[in-house]
């Protein structure tokens, strides 16, 4: 299943090195909110971790380098 519109945001700004605390705060959501759509961008990847899934979106080209 395709990432959303804010999951796609959320990973690119992990991709730059953001915290969830940034990224929450860039995106103007609540932090449970942004942990919430790295539970699904992790689901949907198949990765364990943030830095699993900010790996993959670079290599399969989801987020540009």
Do not use: W
């Not at 449970?32 to 790996?55: P, Q």
Request: charged residues 20%; proline residues 3%; hydrophobic residues 45%.
């Amino acid at each position: 299943m395709p990432l959303n519109e804010k999951e796609c945001q959320c990973l690119a700004r992990a991709t730059n090195g953001l915290a969830l605390g940034q990224i929450a705060n860039e995106l103007n959501i609540d932090l449970l909110t942004a942990n919430m759509h790295f539970n699904s961008i992790r689901a949907k990847l198949g990765c364990l971790s943030i830095d699993e899934a900010v790996a993959y979106g670079i290599k399969s080209g989801l987020v540009p380098r």
